[in-house]
């Protein structure tokens, strides 16, 4: 699993990792569109096949049992899988095994927000992410700086503060279609 990939860069899924509301969900659907790939969102998947809301398989099975399912999913998809767009939840790229499939099989974008940028956006997603229930602003910080380590281990980033979700897919598509006709050019 962890050996570089014989993937052609065309084919390789393309995976978004970043902080829960960064707009991995937002961007990534845009993105597939504009590349006319199927798109798939870990959280919404395992919400389909377990017919639940994460919140809910967070409360009935747990936490570790959530993670355990995404790192399974996720490694099965980079693995079985090619010219996917995959949004991950924000925090299944602190798993090691995750981090290593996703870097070998795939190219993975961090997507990028300021901490100033971020804060504006809780009111969005404070009821949806459990991660965030009964966290003070401090703590939330705290958790936001301690897994940029994880995050700054990428292919490409983009920094989105200063824009919207569709810009941010155009800016995407074009820096991909770039290293695509880099590494692999097109010989007519
Ligand atoms: N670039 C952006 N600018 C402003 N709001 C955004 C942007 N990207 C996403 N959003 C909004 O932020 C919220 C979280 O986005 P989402 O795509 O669910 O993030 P993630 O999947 O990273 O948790 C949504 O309400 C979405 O509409
Ligand atoms: O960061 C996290 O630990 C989580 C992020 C969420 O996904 P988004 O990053 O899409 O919000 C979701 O997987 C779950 O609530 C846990
Ligand atoms: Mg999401």
């Excluded at 994880?150 to 810009?167: C, G, V």
């Amino acid at each position: 699993m962890t050996e570089h990939t014989e993937i052609p860069i065309r084919e390789r899924n393309i995976v978004f990792i970043g902080f829960m509301g960064a707009g991995k969900t937002t961007i990534g659907k845009l993105v597939a569109k504009k590349l006319y790939r199927d798109f798939i969102d870990i959280d919404q998947e395992l919400e389909k096949r377990h017919n639940r809301p994460v919140p809910q398989i967070f409360q009935e099975l747990g936490e570790p049992v959530f993670r355990q399912m995404e790192r399974d999913l996720i490694v099965s998809l980079c693995t079985n899988t090619r010219l996917k767009i995959i949004s991950l939840g924000g925090g299944a790229y602190l798993n090691e095994d995750v981090r290593k499939v996703c870097l070998s099989h795939c190219i993975v974008y961090f997507i990028d927000l300021s901490w100033e940028s971020w804060k504006e956006r809780i009111p969005l997603i404070i009821d949806s992410r459990p991660i965030l229930q009964n966290k003070t602003l401090d703590q939330i910080e705290e958790l936001f700086l301690s897994r940029k380590s994880a995050y700054a281990i990428h292919h490409s980033k983009i920094s989105t503060n200063q824009i919207d979700a569709e810009t941010a897919a155009e800016q995407i598509v074009e820096s991909i279609k770039l290293a695509w006709d880099l590494y692999q050019p097109n010989r007519d």
